[in-house]
Every structure is written in structure tokens, then in C-alpha cells.
């Protein structure tokens, strides 16, 4: 396929597709922006996830988009359903963790994919679930194990948080492919889904999705083990859509806040959703300034 540019045209970014649950790195000065793929037609109210996308900028405002890097038939083991994900760059390597609904083992489950490029192509580094259902039984729900969010800290331990109605974490082995040692999990309120984890000036922040329809909530800490301390709302419900899927990124001086709303017209809603980038401040005493949700966006960085 050929890449398409996009026109600066505000929020949403891409709007040639449909895109949802947003992950972004910066390599070598360029920032990846990985994305699920909604193809549900007008009219159908489900999710319909087949592949994710990567686009890529070096201003925030225009993008390539790059060949289909992933596919969740590319994962043997998997029945269907490319959910959240986040891509993390490890000794050269990208590793990509998906949520997907397993094919033998009841519920949704963690692969990881593996790529020599941020672009891809991407492969099942495993060959199995990295996390299946079977793993975790402190509430009972086949949905619990999804939205993966990895961090690698500033010792070079990783450690991967993930869920749904259950915030779960756990370290993860130097080969980012296997956990290592036990899942414990995060009491947080009103905990929906869809965790980031994020560090900046000696702070955790771990955002999610908060209530149903989902704001998005966070809480600090000054340890990746906690304790957690609640801090309120930092997004409100995003226009026409039920879910809110954060990511953050650091570029160039600038924090944005990345996620998706329905607004696409003229069929967007919580099942065609769009990717949308706004800008992301802190409070002097490191708390999260409320993110305002613009048509415009933000403006190319340099």
C-alpha cells in the first residue's frame, strides 16, 4: 500500500480510517503512534477489530501512515478482537503488547509481537499468551485482561499493568516476553480500563479510564508498588463515545495527551472511533492540569 500523508485538519488526526485505543513512542526523533483499527459499518454496534496501524510524525500534526504492521490472525493461539495496545523499544528490539480474545482459554487475553523496526512488520514473540484468564482470579469476569500498559523504570526493570474492573501489574523478565514472578493488583476507584503508566519528575502516574461512560481518572505514587493516591479527573467523557483510552507523550518539550473520541463525521461513535491529540500541562506540585479537549488540536512542533 502507499502511505498516506495527512492534511492538517485539527482533531481527529486520521480520518481517513477509523482508529481507537492510541500507544505512542519517540525513536530516533520520530514519533510512532500505534492505533486499533474500527471497521464496524454504519448502523452496527459492536466491536469490529481485526489489525492495528502505525503512523508516524515528526511534528504531531502530519502523518504517514505505514503498511499494516499487526494482525491478531498473525497470533496462531488468538481467535480475534485486536484491542488496546502499547508498543516499547527494548536493546534495538519493539515489543508490541496487544489484547486479543484467546482461542482455547475462555476470555481475553496479553500476547506480545516483536519487530526489528517501529513500523514493523511484527511476529508473535511467544507463540502463547504472555497472560490468559486462566491467570487471574481476583474478580470474576472474562474481560479482565485487557488495555496492556508496559514501563520499562529508570533501574531496567518493566513492568506491565493491564485490566478491566481489576488494575493488575506485574515485572516483567529482561526479554519482555515472559512475567516475572506473581500478578498483584492496584486498588483504584471507579477503575474501568484502559491504564497508561507514566513517569516524570520522580512521579508515577497511572491514568484510566474511570467510571462508565469513561472519563479519565489518575492517581501518583513515588513508588511503582504504591501506595497509589487518587488525584480526581484529568478527561472528561470524550465527545459521542463511551470509552476514553489515554496515552502520554513527551516530544520536543511538550506533553501531549493522546485518545480517542466518536466524532468523526458522519459515522463516528463509540464503535468508529478517532484518535485525538491535545496538550497536557502540570501543576507546579506535579498534579495533572484538566486536559482541554479542542477541534483544533495542537499546532505543528518544530
Aim: net charge negative; with cysteine; proline share 6%.
Amino acid at each position: 500500500m502507499n502511505n498516506k500523508h495527512q492534511t492538517p485538519a485539527g482533531n481527529p488526526v486520521i480520518r481517513h480510517k477509523f482508529t481507537a485505543d492510541p500507544a505512542a513512542i519517540v525513536f530516533n526523533g520520530k514519533v510512532y503512534m500505534y492505533t486499533g483499527h474500527d471497521e464496524a459499518p454504519p448502523g452496527e454496534y459492536k466491536y469490529v477489530m481485526n489489525e492495528w496501524l502505525c503512523f508516524s510524525s515528526t511534528d504531531m500534526v502530519n502523518w504517514t501512515e505505514h503498511p499494516i504492521p499487526l494482525k491478531a490472525a498473525d497470533f496462531k493461539w488468538v481467535k480475534g478482537g485486536a484491542w488496546a495496545s502499547q508498543v516499547i523499544e527494548r536493546h534495538g528490539k519493539f515489543f508490541w503488547y496487544v489484547a486479543v480474545e484467546h482461542n482455547t482459554i475462555p476470555g481475553r487475553a496479553i500476547g506480545v509481537a516483536v519487530a526489528d523496526r517501529p513500523e514493523g512488520p511484527y511476529k508473535d514473540a511467544r507463540g502463547s499468551a504472555l497472560v490468559s484468564n486462566d491467570m487471574t482470579t481476583f474478580i470474576d469476569s472474562d474481560k479482565d485482561d485487557i488495555d496492556p500498559t508496559v514501563i520499562i523504570d529508570d533501574d531496567g526493570q518493566a513492568y506491565l499493568f493491564w485490566g478491566n474492573g481489576m488494575c493488575y501489574y506485574a515485572k516483567l523478565k529482561e526479554n519482555m516476553t515472559e512475567l516475572d514472578g506473581e500478578i498483584k493488583k492496584v486498588d483504584l476507584p471507579d477503575f474501568s480500563e484502559g491504564a497508561w503508566i507514566h513517569k516524570q519528575g520522580g512521579w508515577y502516574y497511572l491514568l484510566y479510564g474511570y467510571q462508565f461512560p469513561e472519563k479519565v481518572a489518575y492517581a501518583m505514587s513515588r513508588s511503582i508498588h504504591g501506595p497509589w493516591e487518587f488525584k480526581g479527573i484529568v478527561n472528561e467523557i470524550a465527545g459521542n463515545c463511551q470509552t476514553n483510552s489515554p496515552a502520554l507523550l513527551e516530544y520536543k518539550g511538550l506533553t501531549y495527551f493522546i485518545y480517542h473520541n466518536g466524532g468523526l463525521p458522519p459515522h463516528g461513535d463509540s464503535y468508529r472511533r478517532s484518535v485525538c491529540i491535545d496538550y497536557l500541562l502540570y501543576n507546579p506540585d506535579g498534579t495533572l492540569k484538566r486536559v482541554q479537549m479542542t477541534s483544533e488540536g495542537v499546532v505543528p512542533v518544530k
